[in-house]
């Protein structure tokens, strides 16, 4: 009985937050607030610069990466206006 | 921090704002102060001014809604996104708008305002005691009649102090039913309901008929949140059910079982694998008072900034005992420049009855006798706030500072003055707070402060305590006053206002009534109120909202441009 409880994630129905990978979670989020500028024809931004991007804006350590300290701020309540405007 | 491209701006420094419509999280009475307050932070720091507007277009358009609510920018049910705003501009910028899936409060858990019972409106004291047993929400226990009610100490047997909690049972708000209760069954649309539904809305809000046919008398409020209510999920409004099944597991309280965002949730029938019915517990919510500080740096043309600590940061962090960061303040004032002139300082009461001395003890014996300085050459076009108007004598009178000019109700003459007050009543102190004439006995009562004078012709009686009239005695002004025939007259102070018995010298029972439950659409707490050429007329600052005998708003304008015809 010492072994890990297995947690059953279900969809509860009309929940507008329904569960997202991280990596979902950090495309939505970098093309939300401005980090990824999805209008930009001269091709895609790399999302490591994005997240460089978002983590300086955050003051979070700047990786680059998607580590635990950008989802955690990535799903923190905040305003909805963006953090870089197109 | 950081501004809109191009330093956008307004142009001007007297900003209007405007509260479109309410959540039923809060009273609209605090939500109306956290706006307020949270517009303060910036005017504290900058020359700008804002101005409530109850009708028309303001600057900026304060909204709740949830998600697809009007614009290109969804919101997306509880947390997540809070709200947001737009930049200076025409249209939909400048405009503030919050996600009314959040549970909204002062950010420490609900905040509930009662009403009626014997608390004056006091908020409920969380947890409190009822015959011995503590209660941390509003209850029903102890009434047979169903209505929640709660303790506004911490013990119920001790003090006894007590006030009824939102519900449906007791009013709704918005709609066309001026805050009447539900009334449960009723029909729409053929169905008969016993609950507030959303049902016939695509905005989410939870409504109710006010009669028992909605589709024959077309009358409707909105629900307010009870704090039992669960928030979002599909059953918004119900409350928790305990205990619940899930996953065959049985559940006494909230859980975050079966989430993966560890946020609590429970069933809103006792079996929520057959009826699928839930929604989140309520929580700490979020302070309306620091999102709406945050938005309107928005709406006065601030983008988010680095710095954490700063208001402007995007991630929301509840700080009980706000400060502006300089951050913020240095971005506000590279738009509009730092506030000039000293910081306004309210006019010290003075003693009529005994000479200053120096004490601790508050005196109650108070007559605003210091004028404000006011140059007497100045015209009436010169003055931005009046000490008080009425209708005296067929003549709009307007005083301030110890002069009052007239004005005839044909206009023809136009404005006469400046006339001292004391010249033609010399009983009255220079500040007035209020007039009116009693057109049966030809009467005309002054107020100032706590006191008031009946002039008949030159005989003078009083000054008298505003309490020989039934007035609370704690109650500081009379700011208003609007006859209504048959010996009646409104007495307005603060947000409340009482009806006087001109011939019994006494308010009439079953007064305070709240000013924007009777006059809706008007400020709810104007500085002056006076009736002229069969209007009501309500002013705050140097705006009035005119009422017509149905009242309805309709007109709003400046006092000295339109009322006094200024150039």
């Known amino acids: 009985w010492c072994g890990p409880i297995k947690s059953v994630f279900v969809n509860f129905p009309g929940d507008q937050m329904r569960n997202m990978t991280d990596e979902e979670l950090a495309d939505t989020y970098l093309k939300r607030f401005g980090y990824i500028n999805t209008l930009e024809k001269s091709g895609l931004q790399s999302q490591s610069k994005a997240l460089m991007k978002m983590q300086k804006q955050l003051g979070l350590e700047e990786t680059g990466e998607l580590d635990q300290a950008t989802i955690n701020a990535m799903n923190q309540p905040r305003c909805g206006v963006p953090d870089v405007r197109s | ?156 047997d001790e003090d ?65 949140s009870r704090d039992t209510a669960v928030i979002g999920g599909n059953s918004e409004g119900e409350p928790c059910h305990f205990p619940f099944t899930f996953l065959d597991k049985t559940y006494t309280s909230c859980t975050s079982e079966g989430r993966g965002d560890g946020k609590l949730w429970c069933a809103t029938t006792s079996n929520y694998d057959k009826d699928q019915k839930w929604g989140f517990c309520p929580d700490r919510g979020y302070s309306l008072f620091l999102v709406a500080a945050h938005e309107f740096g928005h709406a006065l043309g601030l983008e988010h900034s680095s710095i954490q600590d700063a208001l402007m940061y995007p991630m929301y962090k509840y700080v009980k005992d706000f400060s502006l960061h300089s951050d913020d303040t240095a971005g506000i004032q590279f738009l509009y420049g730092p506030k000039t002139g000293p910081d306004p300082t309210p006019p010290q009461p003075k003693s009529t009855t005994s000479p200053p001395v120096t004490t601790t003890e508050p005196t109650r014996e108070t007559t605003e006798t210091t004028p404000h300085p006011v140059d007497p050459k100045d015209d009436a076009c010169q003055v931005d706030k009046f000490d008080a108007i009425a209708e005296i004598k067929g003549q709009l009178h307007l005083f301030k500072d110890g002069y009052y000019w007239t004005m005839s109700s044909q206009r023809k003459e136009g404005l006469n003055g400046p006339f001292p007050i004391k010249q033609s009543w010399p009983a009255l102190p220079a500040v007035l707070s209020t007039a009116f004439e009693d057109i049966l006995t030809k009467k005309i009562y002054f107020f100032s402060a706590n006191q008031f004078w009946v002039y008949t012709g030159d005989q003078v009686q009083g000054p008298r305590r505003i309490e020989k009239l039934g007035l609370p005695a704690s109650l500081e002004r009379v700011e208003g006053s609007l006859p209504r025939g048959k010996g009646k007259v409104l007495l307005f102070s603060e947000d409340k206002f009482w009806r006087l018995d001109v011939k019994t010298q006494a308010v009439d029972t079953g007064y305070p009534r709240y000013t924007d439950y009777v006059f809706g659409g008007v400020p709810n707490k104007p500085h002056d109120v006076f009736l002229y050429k069969g209007h009501y007329y309500f002013c705050q600052q140097s705006f009035y909202w005119r009422m017509n005998s149905k009242r309805q708003v309709d007109r709003v304008g400046y006092v000295k441009y339109d009322v006094l015809k200024c150039p």
């Open chain 2, 160 to 224: 006894k102090k007590f006030g009824f909690c939102p519900s449906e049972l007791l009013f709704t708000y918005g709609g066309n039913s001026n805050g009447r209760a539900c009334v449960f069954p009723f029909v729409f649309d053929g169905e008969t309901y016993n609950s507030c539904t959303t049902e016939g809305r695509n905005d989410g809000y939870r409504w109710c008929a006010t009669t028992s046919n909605f589709d024959t008398d077309k009358e409707y409020g909105f629900c307010p």
């Open chain 2, 1 to 156: 921090y950081q501004t809109f491209a191009g330093n956008l701006k307004w142009d001007h420094n007297d900003i209007t704002y405007r509260v479109l419509n309410y959540s039923p999280d809060m009273d609209e009475s605090l939500i109306d102060d956290a706006f307020a307050r949270a517009f303060k932070v910036w005017s504290d720091v900058t020359p700008l001014t804002f101005t409530r507007l109850y009708a028309g277009t303001a600057d900026i358009m304060i909204s709740f809604g949830k998600l697809d609510h009007g614009d290109p920018y969804p919101f997306d049910g509880k947390d997540g996104l809070l709200a947001h705003a737009y930049p200076p501009g025409e249209g939909i910028q400048g405009d503030a708008h919050f996600d009314d899936d959040e549970f909204w409060t002062l950010g420490n858990g609900a905040v509930i305002k009662t009403r009626y019972g014997n608390a004056d409106g006091a908020i409920c004291h969380f947890p409190f005691t009822f015959l011995g047993k503590s209660y941390s929400s509003c209850t029903t226990e102890g009434r047979e009649d169903g209505l929640p009610w709660c303790s506004t100490t911490a013990s119920f």
